[in-house]
């Protein structure tokens, strides 16, 4: 018994799916032909039907030589759809799978609109989840789009043994000491919660499909995209010379008055939880985690606190002069003073070492993978350090006046290139190349010193002395728009910080503004 093959237009299978004309019409006009007609159009139909495809193909070519403009005209518009195939109803859904995954976001939902079926496959969790991972925290190398993470990061959870470390020294290098107790300190282990995006697993009744969790973060990209926040405002008596908030504690902790208190506040309610007492001078920076809160003063000394109670752990001395800012990561604590020095003070053994080289105050500091450390300083310059061998890798010489902040990171163009982004009061930022040391790029566009910056994967944010805080695009080099624009009383920002979804700045007299992404009003987004 032999088997026919059929092509896709016959085959009797996908008769239910196909998109064929009706041939009722064609029957209906067929019938108001006089008989004789009927007969030989019916017999000429017959004909080419029974025929084999060798001779179905010389009856056409006959047919096309006789056929006049107007009659090829409707022979191609009738049969450019006949040739459309919907291959979702002929190949494995695998295939159509992978077929969609070449798609961007808009197309997918586009081909949901095709049909259910086409609907089932371009809402397949597998092709989000491919989506999310090429365009949540990070640009994606195809379309230069790039989607917050909006995720609660935990922040590194640090355990201190209070218990068996309670009377040690901290030891200096210069072969003096200073009596503090010694941190020991423990990483730990890393939770799912870490990871960006992780892997599709057993769908759970509880968790929300990858196009859902796509949706949500491109609504606020195209927030802050299209300059679309909600904009509260806090006030402080005294002036802010520092801050950092934490979205997932939701608390926000300011510092810089001359009575050397810092203070937390509530983010959401914008009340005062409690305030800090116990520096002689102003605050000049901090840096806090899950469970402390380091402070840098200008009374020559470091402060570990724990701020969910108010008290002060222990105090960390052995600058000469006003410590001006500090880094910590779950290992060590480096701290930048006046008195033109660095010091890296180690959790885990209690001992401490100097850095030298600046020869000004080092106005920033920032610890990079754990074994090195960039700073600025008001000589103008950025160092590169290795901590573990406690030397200076690289000098950054260009800007013409103090360098105010420098981070190092990866900037996502072609490829990844590990870069400082510098910000000085010669009024410009600077992108530095970390393995050339060269100046790649400079962003002008304020009109004063640039005091604060603050970079993630995705945008740039900046606050100057003319009072604007301005968002960046990078890849270009020009100011997207000013978030706070400068007044005659000009107020100088001082702290700006950044995170998915916020902004927060603050200003030398005391104000505090917090920029919302996540929040728009719906008059907003009509």
């Known amino acids: 018994m032999t088997t026919q093959s059929f092509c896709y237009r016959h085959r009797p299978d996908l008769k239910e799916v196909r998109a064929e004309p009706s041939h009722e019409n064609l029957y209906k006009e067929l019938a108001l ?18 025929a084999p495809a060798t001779q179905r193909r010389l009856i056409l070519q006959g047919l096309l030589t006789t056929c006049c403009t107007s009659q090829l005209s409707f022979l191609a518009t009738s049969i450019k759809p006949l040739l459309c195939v919907d291959f979702t109803t002929i190949l494995p859904t695998e295939i159509c799978v992978k077929i969609f995954s070449y798609l961007d976001a808009q197309s997918l939902c586009v081909a949901c609109q095709v049909s259910q079926k086409w609907k089932a496959i371009a809402d397949d969790d597998i092709l989000w989840h491919r989506m999310c991972q090429q365009h949540i925290d990070k640009k994606c190398h195809k379309c230069g789009w790039g ?20 009377d040690h020294h901290v030891k200096h290098d210069n072969n003096t000491t200073t009596t503090n107790n010694t941190m020991i300190i423990r990483k730990r282990p890393a939770s799912s919660h870490d990871d960006t995006v992780a892997p599709p697993t057993a769908k759970r009744s509880d968790r929300k499909p990858w196009k859902q969790v796509y949706s949500e973060r491109l609504v ?18 005294e002036g802010v010379l520092c801050l950092q908030y934490c979205d997932a504690q939701n608390i926000l902790i300011t510092a810089g008055s001359l009575d050397g208190t810092a203070t937390v506040w509530d983010l959401e309610t914008g009340k005062i939880l409690r305030v800090l007492k116990g520096h002689s001078r102003s605050i000049r920076a901090l840096q806090f985690d899950d469970t402390k809160l380091v402070t840098a003063s200008m009374d020559h000394t470091l402060k570990i606190w724990n701020y969910h109670t108010g008290q002060c752990i222990r105090t960390l001395e052995g600058h000469t002069d006003g410590v001006v800012h500090l880094h910590f990561d779950s290992r060590i604590l480096a701290s930048g003073s006046a008195d033109g020095t660095i010091k ?27 074994t090195k450390l960039v700073s600025a300083s008001v000589d103008g310059t950025m160092r590169l350090w290795d901590l573990e061998k406690r030397s200076c890798l690289r000098v950054f010489r260009g800007h013409m006046g103090p360098v105010q902040v420098a981070i190092p990171g990866c900037l996502q163009q072609q490829g990844e290139e590990e870069v400082i982004m510098s ?13 050339t040391g060269k100046c790649i790029r400079t962003l002008l566009g304020h009109t004063d010193g640039v005091t604060a ?23 270009s080099g020009l100011p997207m728009y000013s978030l706070e624009e400068g007044d005659e009383t000009a107020k100088s920002i001082t702290s700006v910080k950044l995170s998915d979804a916020k902004v927060v700045s603050a200003s030398h007299r005391g104000e505090i503004s917090i920029f919302d992404f996540s929040k728009v009003l719906s008059s907003s987004t009509s």
């Not at 032909?33 to 029974?50: C, H, V």
């Not at 910000?423 to 992108?431: C, G, P, Y």
Request: aromatic share 8%; charged share 25%.
């Open 423 to 435: 910000a000085s009061l010669d009024r410009t930022i600077r992108i530095w190349s970390m393995e």
């Open 33 to 50: 032909l006089p008989l004789g007609d009927q007969q030989s159009i019916a017999k000429a139909w017959n004909t080419f039907s029974s």
């Open 147 to 166: 989607l917050p993470l909006l995720q609660k990061r935990r922040i590194v959870r640090l355990e201190s043994n209070h218990h068996h470390d309670h």
């Open 453 to 475: 910056l603050a970079y993630d994967k995705l945008r740039l944010v900046s606050g100057s002395l003319d009072g604007t805080v301005k968002l960046w695009d990078v890849a």
């Open 344 to 370: 890296i003070w180690n959790f885990q053994t209690g001992q401490c070492f100097a850095l030298t080289g600046h020869s000004d105050k080092v106005t920033h500091v920032q610890i990079y993978q754990h």
């Open 220 to 237: 606020v990209e195209r927030n802050w995209r299209k300059h679309r926040h909600t904009t509260r405002k806090l006030q402080q008596p």
